[in-house]
């Protein structure tokens, strides 16, 4: 990627995703069966923040992530289009379904400063340590 847009694409897709926290995504549908179900009852703290992607073997540094409070995963990858996925949190087991493959998913830490997760993928788990990401300056016009 060229160098001069690197902090452009960070802006924007910060913006972006930033963008659907409060609403959520604007358009929903009725709740089904098959829709991902989040514990009323639980309340993890890796919720409705934009996490980045600070080290990985599988995954790219500076990949965005944010699990919205719906059960919508959202991923922001510095070298794709985002993806929409889906999570879930049931009787303490959290589960991540991203391309309609779900991964049962092992929270090694979790803190204001990190979120380290280990998801069983196929294969070898992979293991995933995320930051809170930078939020944008909001410069003067």
Not at 5 to 29: H, K, V
Not at 62 to 71: A, E, H, K, N, R
Not at 123 to 138: C, L, N, Q, Y
């Given at each position: 990627?060229?160098?001069?847009?690197a902090?452009?694409?960070?802006?924007?897709?910060?913006?972006?995703?930033?963008?659907?926290?409060?609403?959520?995504c604007?358009?929903?549908s009725?709740?089904?069966e098959?829709?991902?179900?989040?514990?009323?009852?639980?309340?993890?703290?890796?919720?409705n923040?934009?996490?980045?992607?600070?080290?990985?073997?599988?995954?790219a540094?500076?990949?965005?992530?944010?699990?919205?409070?719906?059960?919508?995963?959202?991923?922001?990858?510095?070298?794709?289009?985002?993806?929409?996925?889906?999570?879930?949190?049931?009787?303490?087991?959290?589960?991540?379904?991203?391309?309609?493959?779900?991964?049962?998913?092992?929270?090694?830490?979790?803190s204001?400063?990190?979120?380290?997760?280990r998801?069983?993928?196929?294969?070898?788990?992979?293991?995933?340590?995320?930051?809170?990401?930078?939020?944008?300056?909001?410069?003067?016009?």
């Amino acid at each position: 990627m060229n160098a001069s847009l690197a902090p452009l694409f960070r802006s924007l897709g910060l913006a972006l995703i930033i963008g659907l926290i409060p609403t959520g995504c604007s358009e929903r549908s009725a709740p089904t069966e098959s829709s991902p179900q989040v514990q009323a009852t639980s309340s993890p703290g890796f919720i409705n923040i934009v996490w980045k992607v600070s080290k990985s073997p599988s995954v790219a540094q500076g990949t965005l992530y944010v699990f919205l409070s719906d059960g919508t995963l959202v991923v922001a990858s510095p070298h794709g289009k985002p993806a929409l996925g889906t999570w879930r949190d049931v009787g303490g087991i959290l589960t991540m379904v991203e391309e309609g493959i779900p991964y049962q998913v092992d929270v090694l830490n979790l803190s204001h400063d990190e979120f380290r997760i280990r998801s069983h993928n196929p294969g070898k788990p992979a293991e995933i340590t995320f930051v809170p990401a930078e939020k944008p300056s909001r410069e003067s016009p």
